[in-house]
């Protein structure tokens, strides 16, 4: 399966990408289970994703919502401002 991980703030600076491609061997993972090979590619992340969001399509999802082949999945962290 192939999924395309967008990046976001904190978390684009930590990687140094907006997006990068993932090729899973999986027809189907749930969002907890996308996070560890995220984490696996970019260890800069480990421990750095307790608070970010996860959107599948533009629709926030859950850790145990699926993912499939084709879909984009963005990790979205908590932002600042007044």
Do not use: K, W
């Not at 260890?43 to 750095?48: E, M, Q, T, W």
């Not at 599948?56 to 919502?65: G, L, S």
Request: charged letters at 20%; a negative charge.
């Amino acid at each position: 399966m192939i999924v395309q991980v967008l990046f976001f703030a904190a978390t684009r600076d930590q990687v140094g990408l907006e997006s990068d491609r993932f090729e899973l061997p999986e027809a189907e993972l749930s969002i907890a289970t996308l996070e560890r090979y995220i984490c696996g590619r970019f260890p800069s992340l480990l421990g750095h994703l307790g608070g970010v969001r996860f959107a599948i399509n533009e629709e926030f999802a859950q850790a145990e919502t699926l993912v499939r082949s084709g879909d984009t999945v963005a990790l979205i962290p908590p932002t600042a401002g007044g």
